[in-house]
Antibody
C-alpha cells in the first residue's frame, strides 16, 4: 500500500524557516517523481513544487520561487521542502503527492499524503 | 499561467441525480487534465487522468470527457459517498494549476 506521511510543520513567525519531510513507503520511491501541493484554510489547491525521480529536474510556483527548495533522499525514501522567508500567505496544509512517472512533465499526481499544517503568524 | 475555471462553484443535488461539472482552461491543454475528489479533512483522491481515463478502483458512475479547453466530469447516479468537493487540474505545462473547486452538496 502506498503511504506518504508528512511531518515538520507547525507555527513559525514571518521571515522564519521550516523544513517539511514526507516519508514514503509501499512503492519504489526512487522510481517516481514527487510534488508538493498546498491548501490554505477554506481555499482551493495550489501546486507548489515538483522534482524528478533522480532529483535532476525541479519546478516551482512563482509564489515560492527563490524561497522554497524541493529535494529528495532516495536512500531514505524521503521528500523534503525547505521553506525560507515564510510569509503569512504561506499558511496552509501542505500535501506531499506522487507523480505517476519518473519525469515531471505531462504526468499527473496519483497518491497524496494526509497533509501537514504550516502556520505563519507573529 | 494557464487559468482553470470550474462551474458551478456549488451544486445541490439528490441521491440518484446525474451531475455534470465543467472545467475550462484559458488555453489549450490537449488532454492533460485530471479530476480529484476531496472530502472534508481528507487528502484529494485521483478520479480521472488524461481527461477521460478512469483511475483504477474508481466507480464506473464517474466519467469524464473533453480536450483542448473544455472538459466535463459526470457522475451518472449520485451516491451518498459522492458528496464532496471536486477539483480539476491541468498538467500540460508548469506552473500546474487547479480549478477553484466545485462543492457537491445534498439538496
Amino acid at each position: 500500500e502506498v503511504q506518504l506521511l508528512e511531518s515538520g510543520g507547525g507555527l513559525v513567525q514571518p521571515g522564519g524557516s521550516l523544513r517539511l519531510s514526507c516519508a514514503a513507503s509501499g512503492f519504489t520511491f526512487s522510481s517516481y517523481a514527487m510534488s508538493w501541493v498546498r491548501q490554505a484554510p477554506g481555499k482551493g489547491l495550489e501546486w507548489v513544487s515538483a522534482i524528478s525521480s533522480n532529483g535532476g529536474s525541479t519546478y516551482y510556483a512563482d509564489s515560492v520561487k527563490g524561497r522554497f527548495t524541493i529535494s529528495r533522499g532516495n536512500s531514505k525514501n524521503t521528500l523534503f521542502l525547505q521553506m525560507n522567508s515564510l510569509r503569512a500567505e504561506d499558511t496552509a496544509l501542505y500535501y506531499c503527492a506522487r507523480l505517476v512517472t519518473t519525469t515531471v512533465t505531462k504526468t499527473n499526481l496519483d497518491y497524496w499524503g494526509q497533509g501537514n499544517l504550516v502556520t505563519v503568524s507573529s | 499561467d494557464i487559468q482553470m475555471t470550474q462551474s458551478p462553484s456549488t451544486l445541490s443535488a439528490s441521491v440518484g441525480d446525474r451531475v455534470t461539472i465543467t472545467c475550462r482552461a484559458s488555453q489549450s491543454i490537449s488532454s492533460w487534465l485530471a479530476w480529484y475528489q476531496q472530502k472534508p479533512g481528507k487528502a484529494p483522491k485521483l478520479l480521472i487522468y488524461k481527461a477521460s481515463s478512469l483511475q483504477s478502483g474508481v466507480p464506473s458512475r464517474f466519467s469524464a470527457s473533453g480536450s483542448g479547453t473544455e472538459f466535463t466530469l459526470t457522475i451518472s447516479s449520485l451516491q451518498p459517498d459522492d458528496f464532496a468537493t471536486y477539483h480539476c487540474q491541468q498538467y500540460d505545462s508548469y506552473p500546474w494549476t487547479f480549478g477553484q473547486g466545485t462543492k457537491v452538496e445534498i439538496k
